[in-house]
């Protein structure tokens, strides 16, 4: 989508398809810029106000027609209280405008401004939820997407370009995440996942690393091998190495699950609990997202993303249940359910990065256990850390997203579920109790001294079924965790 910031002192000018305008509750004065408009329509969106049928609740709407030429379609969209209103409303709106456009086949639009506490963080969380919103998977791609966006505002906005640019590029790499995420097994699996992170990556300043089956067996990334096993396509693990900070300065290492396919292994899943186990590899995506965008925006960091891909099939080939895996770091781990397979994938790519780049900082993203969602629902990722500063520095730039996290223990207790009789620890705990928990404490295993954090995903990767409701989350793949990263890491920037 091409997008535009215009300075424009009355709104009845503007022209485009949908011109989207937001309303706050109780609103009596509205500004005049809108006044403007709202002549224009012979008093509509005034009228609309008070009314039953409109409540003012945030991203609720009403589209109101034009009858004197100029505008055509104005879609009003609450913004609840003025006085509680933030980035996530501006978001919200942004979204909801570009959302209705799409259903209504519309191709051009423009979203009139209103400026809550900075300009520049109301244009950015506006033009976020357009962009973002804007997303469409699969074969209708090209027939419903909004193609140009203006955002109008009454007056100048500093650096609105560039603004505009960088939302465009971060939307870019949310929308790279959800292709990877949304493709069918059939389409993304461990080695097509591989070509298109090479594709995507042509021409950006990048190193890709890619260790393959014998190297994987060379290094004892048998965590890894021991998983994939099952797959007619062998594992991998992809690593894109982003130097943003120059020589000398510490690795932040992202993780992604990437099981492109989980049928749960010969611990084989049930029908109903398989079906959208494509975005079992959501994790690996987003990471691949957060190294694409952090590359394309130049950010100051040294960035490392690691994906482990693989896809857990049962098989002849498949591993088995009380097989014992010698993994990278040398713990021994015994295979007590083959479906608990993320965390032997992870596990293996923690301890490499850990051991090979000595971050100064290590964040997983993974769609790891069904229980995050018994705990959460689909309205936040749970959070786990063995660093009590990088847990507040996480909650902090989720805030500022609105992507949802919510912190849970890794208390000594735990670890005694995990205890095996015959190897150092096995891959589940006792019975379902704590499962989001105990998959945390097993990936903890894994990371030796290094500041960690885990985010489990599983709730809030995909609204394929069940999913975090917002309107910039279309229907498949959420990008979650791809802004929050990104944000955690502009804290991270080296100036300079
Ligand atoms: N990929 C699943 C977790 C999952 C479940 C993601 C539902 C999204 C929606 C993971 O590999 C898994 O199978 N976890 C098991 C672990 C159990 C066997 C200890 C689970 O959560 O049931
Ligand atoms: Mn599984
Ligand atoms: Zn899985």
Not at 127 to 143: I, R
Not at 166 to 175: H, K, L, N, Q, R
Not at 181 to 195: I, L, S
Request: glycine share 12%.
């Amino acid at each position: 989508m091409i997008s535009s910031y215009v300075v424009e002192p009355d709104y009845s000018r503007l022209k485009a398809d949908l011109v989207g305008v937001l309303v706050f509750k109780g609103e009596e004065t509205l500004p005049k810029e809108v006044e403007a408009l709202n002549t224009e329509l012979g008093g509509g969106i005034k009228a609309l106000l008070g009314t039953p049928e409109f409540t003012c609740g945030v991203g609720e709407s009403v589209l109101i027609y034009g009858f004197r030429g100029g505008v055509k379609r104005v879609l009003v969209v609450g913004g609840g209280d003025k006085g509680s209103a933030n980035a996530e409303v501006l978001r919200t709106y942004g979204a909801v405008v570009v959302k209705r456009a799409k259903e209504l086949g519309l191709r051009s639009v423009a979203i009139t401004a209103r400026f809550l506490s900075g300009k520049e963080e109301s244009l950015r969380a506006i033009a976020e939820g357009a962009e973002l919103a804007n997303y469409v998977w699969g074969a209708k791609k090209d027939l419903r997407r909004v193609e140009e966006l203006v955002i109008a505002g009454p007056e100048e906005v500093e650096g609105a370009e560039r603004i505009l640019k960088e939302v465009g590029v971060v939307s870019e790499a949310v929308s790279l995440g959800r292709d990877l995420a949304n493709g069918p097994a059939e389409e993304v699996n461990p080695e097509t996942f591989e070509e298109r992170v090479r594709e995507a990556f042509k021409g950006l300043p990048v190193t890709l690393k890619v260790l393959h089956e014998e190297d994987l067996r060379r290094e004892g990334l048998n965590g890894i091998i021991a998983v994939g096993k099952g797959s007619a396509i062998p594992p991998r693990l992809v690593i894109i190495e982003y130097r943003g900070a120059g020589e000398g300065e510490p690795w932040i290492a992202v993780v992604g699950k990437g099981v492109c396919f989980d049928a749960g292994g010969l611990d084989l899943k049930t029908a109903a609990s398989m079906f959208d186990m494509k975005f079992d590899k959501a994790g690996a995506a987003y990471a691949v997202a957060v190294a694409y965008a952090a590359a394309k925006l130049g950010l100051k960091v040294n960035l490392v993303a690691l994906a482990p891909l693989v896809e857990n099939l049962p098989s002849g080939s498949s591993y088995k249940p009380l097989d014992i895996i010698k993994m990278y770091n040398g713990l021994t781990v015994e295979v007590h359910n083959t479906d608990a397979e993320g965390r032997l994938i992870l596990a293996d790519a923690l301890a490499y990065a850990a051991k090979n780049y000595s971050p100064e900082v290590m964040i997983d993203m993974a769609t790891l256990t069904g229980s995050i969602i018994s705990a959460l629902g689909c309205h936040a990722a749970g959070l786990f850390s063995n660093d009590e500063g990088l847990k507040e520095e996480i909650m902090k730039a989720a805030e500022e997203t609105g992507e949802k996290v919510w912190p849970f223990p890794m208390w000594e207790e735990y670890y005694e579920d995990i205890k095996s009789d015959f190897a150092d620890i096995k891959n589940i705990g006792v019975g379902r109790a704590a499962g989001a928990i105990i998959g945390a404490v097993f990936l903890s295993k894994f990371v030796g001294d290094t500041k960690w954090a885990h985010l489990d995903i599983a709730g809030v990767a995909n609204t394929q079924q069940e999913g975090p409701k917002k309107p910039y989350y279309p229907k498949g793949a959420t990008g979650f965790g791809v802004r929050l990263l990104l944000q955690f890491l502009r804290s991270k920037e080296r100036s300079g």
